[in-house]
């Protein structure tokens, strides 16, 4: 008797497990990602404004400087890296686009196949001029985003191989994510 007590126990334990992880798996297989990925070059309508992707960089933290006159930049470790991209946002609109509307429209952030990251918005402010309060119907400018690649959030063969990752800039997370893929220079 207490050996089939035992063993009824033990199935149903089984039979828990068994249920518990088939219901992981019906809520997870259930579960769609809305992903669109633009190419290299393409032109992304969201709604009211244009952006195309111009040029991407991976910068030294000293190109950095030197590139955009900056004094200062924070990064985690000396030899961390800077993934710029520099995208043409043009108004579609009939209404002038504040330039804080515009950024916050539009700067969620970068990832890869094995990470992500936000832009930075004090390094988006320090590196880019605007010639005007807003941006005006029709008219377009260039914006830089900007984000930091520290070495410790890659494996060493990643980072020793950067330039061969596939970099996505990312402005739109929700409903659909939107993916801008970058032909970082070098």
Avoid at 48 to 54: A, F, L
Avoid at 146 to 158: E, G, K, P, V, Y
Avoid at 161 to 170: C, K, M, T
Wanted: glycine share 6%; net charge negative.
């Amino acid at each position: 008797m207490k050996k089939w007590c035992i063993a009824m126990g033990c199935v149903l334990c089984l039979c828990a497990v068994i249920f518990w992880c088939g219901r992981i798996y019906s809520v997870n297989a259930a579960h769609t990602s809305e992903m669109v990925t633009y190419d290299v070059g393409e032109t992304v309508d969201l709604e009211g404004i244009e952006i195309k992707c111009v040029e991407a960089h991976i910068f030294s933290v000293d190109e950095y400087k030197k590139n955009f006159n900056v004094g200062s930049v924070d990064v985690l470790y000396p030899n961390d890296k800077l993934l710029c991209a520099c995208i043409n946002v043009k108004n579609t609109g009939d209404t002038a686009l504040g330039w804080s509307d515009v950024i916050d429209g539009m700067c969620q952030g970068f990832q890869s196949v094995t990470w992500g990251s936000a832009a930075d918005p004090f390094a988006t402010q320090s590196v880019n001029v605007f010639t005007s309060d807003d941006l005006a119907p029709g008219a377009d400018q260039d914006i830089w985003f900007t984000t930091m690649l520290s070495n410790i959030a890659f494996s060493r063969h990643t980072w020793e191989h950067l330039d061969e990752e596939e970099f996505y800039f990312v402005p739109v997370l929700e409903p659909v994510q939107i993916q801008m893929k970058l032909d970082v220079q070098k």
